[in-house]
T-cell receptor, first 115, second 111 residues
Framework: DTEVTQTPKHLVMGMTNKKSLKCEQH?????MYWYKQKAKKPPELMFVYSYEKLSINESVPSRFSPECPNSSLLNLHLHALQPEDSALYLC??????????????FGNGTRLTVT | GENVEQHPSTLSVQEGDSAVIKCTYSDSASNYFPWYKQELGKGPQLIIDIRSNVGEKKDQRIAVTLNKTAKHFSLHITETQPEDSAVYFCAALYSNYQLIWGAGTKLIIKP
């Protein structure tokens, strides 16, 4: 079992809905990440939080809004999404920010379908 | 820009045989090269990584080799088993946070 827990596992939402994805880790890691993965593609970095502060935003549209309430939790708020946003959304954590300093631990993702 | 090429895209091997997946990268400043395994319905899991001051690293049936001069690194899996079936991704670190990923290799182990 993964040490990074993501909920829900599956989510179907309409283009006018507002929903949130949740991620939790209890490894004491200080960096947390959101990735988007389309079918048969590698993960694409969206956001990086380091010590609960947003440090990297990879030019992600504002309909995706991340939040880090504390060092163990990471949320991704979704609003007015498009069908092309349908993908697997992966949360990851590492001991420190900087993916070369410590390896990434991924959750099993939320499979999002936008109708 | 920065790029990581991964080959082959699909690899089918007989159970018990070895599998080799190769990646090349473009930025000579890269110094960290992880390999991730992604099983169906799961997130990627780190299986082995190597830093540029090391040429080879082994962990049981899995090994990674790095040739910095040629800018390529390879994953070797020996005595393959059905549970090795998955998609494997290589990656190279280009900055403090930016991992550039290969396109992935689907490994199929035939019984």
């Amino acid at each position: 079992d993964t040490e990074v827990t993501q909920t829900p596992k599956h989510l179907v939402m309409g283009m006018t809905n507002k929903k949130s994805l949740k991620c939790e880790q209890h490894m004491g890691h200080r960096a947390m990440y959101w990735y988007k993965q389309k079918a048969k593609k590698p993960p694409e970095l969206m956001f990086v939080y380091s010590y609960e502060k947003l440090s990297i935003n990879e030019s992600v549209p504002s309909r995706f809004s991340p939040e880090c309430p504390n060092s163990s939790l990471l949320n991704l708020h979704l609003h007015a999404l498009q069908p092309e946003d349908s993908a697997l959304y992966l949360c990851a954590s590492s001991q420190e920010a900087g993916q070369g300093n410590s390896p990434l631990h991924f959750g099993n993702g939320t499979r999002l379908t936008v109708t | 820009g920065e790029n990581v090429e991964q080959h082959p895209s699909t690899l089918s091997v007989q159970e018990g045989d070895s599998a080799v997946i190769k990646c090349t990268y473009s930025d000579s400043a890269s110094n960290y090269f992880p390999w991730y395994k992604q099983e169906l319905g799961k997130g990627p899991q780190l299986i082995i990584d190597i830093r540029s001051n090391v040429g080879e690293k082994k962990d049981q049936r899995i090994a990674v080799t790095l040739n910095k001069t040629a800018k390529h690194f390879s994953l070797h899996i020996t005595e393959t088993q059905p549970e090795d079936s998955a998609v494997y991704f290589c990656a190279a670190l280009y900055s403090n946070y930016q991992l550039i990923w290969g396109a992935g290799t689907k490994l199929i182990i035939k019984p």
